[in-house]
């Protein structure tokens, strides 16, 4: 079974940095996507970036250039640096890994960006 568990987040102001990770366990492949989403208050679950282990990644337009994406695969840990935070950017951070049973969550974790 497939578990993933996060870390970082926080309180950083506007045009501050923040870097999350997650690491999974259990049997991941580098071939399963993993990545992020994120979901503010009466908002629906927003996709951000995913990666493979292969190092193929995808970004939404909202953080494209903000936001980079990366992978260990030794570690089977996905890490999202964000830089130029905005206030638009609190949310509720989930990631996320694919595998050939579905798609895991994270618990998620919180980002709040003070103006």
């Known amino acids: 079974q497939v578990q993933l568990v996060e870390s970082g987040g926080g309180l950083v102001q506007a045009g501050g940095s923040l870097s999350l990770s997650c690491a999974a366990s259990?049997?991941?492949?580098?071939?399963?996507?993993m990545g992020w989403y994120r979901q503010a208050p009466g908002k629906l679950r927003e996709f951000l970036a995913t990666?493979?282990?292969?190092?193929?990644?995808n970004y939404a337009d909202s953080v494209k250039g903000r936001f980079t994406i990366s992978r260990d695969n030794a570690k089977n840990t996905v890490y999202l640096q964000m830089n130029s935070l905005k206030p638009e950017d609190t949310a509720v951070y989930y990631c996320?890994?694919?595998?050939?049973?579905?798609?895991?969550w994270g618990q998620g974790t919180q980002v709040t960006v003070s103006s």
């Open positions: 990666a493979t282990g292969g190092g193929i990644t």
């Open positions: 996320y890994v694919q595998t050939s049973r579905g798609t895991t």
């Open positions: 259990g049997s991941i492949f580098t071939f399963n996507p």
